[in-house]
C-alpha cells in the first residue's frame, strides 16, 4: 500500500462504528429506533426526535449527487497531484448526504442529481474511503 500523504479520518466514540464499516467496505450508519430517521454524522442523540435508540444499517451505496465542486487548487500538499478533482455531496437513497469524491469519470461530466454508487479506495491499513463513481 503506497504512503498515504492527506489527512486521515480522526475515530471518535460516535464515529468508530462508521470507519469500521468503512473498513470492510459498508456504509454503515445511525437509524432512530424511535422515528426511522437514517443521519449523518453520528451522534449521540436524534436531530428529528431527541431519542437516544439506536441501531446501526447497511447503506446499499447507492445514490445521486445532491451538489459538487470542482478543486482547481489543493489547499493541502497532498492534493496537489489530483486537482482538478470533484467533492461532492452525495444524497443516499437512505437519505443522508455524505461529503465525498466523485471518481472513475472527468470532472466536466459531473451533474447534478447524477446517479452514483460507492466505491472504495483503501488508504491505509485501517481506513477505506468510501467515494463515488458513475453508477451504471
Ligand atoms: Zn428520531
Redesign the pocket.
Known sequence: MKHYNKPLPQINGDNKEFWMGCKEHTLKFQK??????V?WPPSV???????Q?IQWIAARGKGKVYSFAVYHVAYHPGFEKEVPYVVADVELEEGPRLLTNIVDCQPDEVTCNMPVEVTWEDITEEFSLPKFKPSS
Open positions: 432512530c429506533k424511535a422515528c426511522g430517521h443521519r442523540i436524534c436531530p428529528m426526535c431527541y431519542s435508540e
